[in-house]
């Protein structure tokens, strides 16, 4: 069983940063094609940033140059490191992962396993 369990959101001001946490309990991350996705009120999910088997990496166009993903395969955490936040990015932000490959950020579709999600709002 995958349990994936999110943290570090927070509420910013606008040119803020904030480190989100995605610690993974039950299988090496480095094992496992895995993503960050947020969800805003009244939109839909929609991929953040992802990373593969390889480590190679996928970002959203709107995120590119602001946000990295990385993982510490020693601890078995996925990490999302936003800088220069803006409020656009205030949201829900989730960490899903899956055993099989993703081509790309994928959808959210592709994914079996999701954590709770953690807020982050950022103020103007």
């Known amino acids: 069983q995958v349990q994936l369990t999110e943290s570090g959101g927070a509420s910013v001001q606008a040119g803020g940063s904030v480190r989100l946490s995605c610690a993974n309990s039950?299988?090496?991350?480095?094992?496992?094609?895995m993503a960050w996705f947020r969800q805003a009120p009244g939109s839909q999910r929609e991929g953040v940033a992802s990373?593969?088997?390889?480590?190679?990496?996928v970002y959203h166009e709107d995120v590119r140059g602001r946000f990295t993903i990385t993982r510490d395969s020693a601890k078995n955490i996925l990490y999302l490191q936003m800088n220069n936040l803006q409020p656009e990015d205030t949201a829900t932000y989730y960490c899903?992962?899956?055993?099989?490959?993703?081509?790309?950020?994928?959808?959210?579709?592709?994914?079996?396993?999701w954590g709770q999600g953690t807020q982050v709002t950022v103020s103007s």
């Open positions: 039950a299988s090496p991350v480095s094992r496992m094609c």
């Open positions: 990373i593969d088997y390889d480590d190679i990496t």
């Open positions: 899903a992962a899956e055993f099989l490959y993703i081509s790309g950020m994928g959808d959210p579709t592709d994914y079996r396993f």
